[in-house]
């Protein structure tokens, strides 16, 4: 679009189906460059990626020509069909249904870069669970418990503010 001037910061974060741990650490490097082609494909820019077993993170330079909910649905499905072609596991790979998305500002684009790159040290101490639900908390996010990422043997999550 002529005349159109955005600075859109992206932080997403999508969820293994179950919080399962499938996506094999030594694996991760290839997915999150196919991921990066995904991204670069549908005109965004990925800023930073990387995640665990069961969750991955994405900083992106959003450009508006897209709605959101149509690019990480591209991300999520062809991500999908790449792990399963791949073969790293014996059934079949699937995200959880929905995303997180949270903005940033330039200014914040470090210490979010940092926060993505360092993922394996942050979770040394904190689960995927308590991440998740201090990123919907600190952005004011109404959640309900029913949609909230669970895990089949899990109870339901708690919004604190309901």
């Known amino acids: 679009m002529a005349n159109t001037y955005t600075q859109i910061h992206l932080h997403m974060v999508v969820a293994v189906k179950g919080r399962l741990c499938l ?41 508006p020509e897209k709605a959101l909910s149509d690019l990480m649905r591209e991300v999520k499905a062809s991500s999908s069909k ?9 059934g079949k790979f699937s995200w959880q249904e929905g995303f ?15 926060y993505i790159e360092r993922q394996q040290e942050h979770h040394a101490t904190r689960t995927f669970k308590e991440e998740y639900l201090s990123l919907l908390d600190s952005f ?13 043997d899990e109870e339901p999550l708690i919004n604190p503010a309901q």
């Open 23 to 63: 996506i094999p650490t030594e694996h991760a490097a290839m997915l999150y460059r196919y991921i990066t082609g995904i991204v670069t494909q549908q005109g965004q820019k990925l800023l930073a990626t990387n995640g665990m077993p069961d969750h991955v993170h994405l900083l992106i330079g959003f450009r």
């Open 82 to 90: 790449f792990i399963n072609e791949q073969g790293w596991l014996m």
């Open 100 to 114: 997180g998305a949270f903005s940033y500002g330039a200014s914040q684009l470090s210490a979010v870069i940092s």
């Open 140 to 152: 004011g996010i109404a959640y309900n418990a029913a949609y909230v990422f669970t895990a089949p």
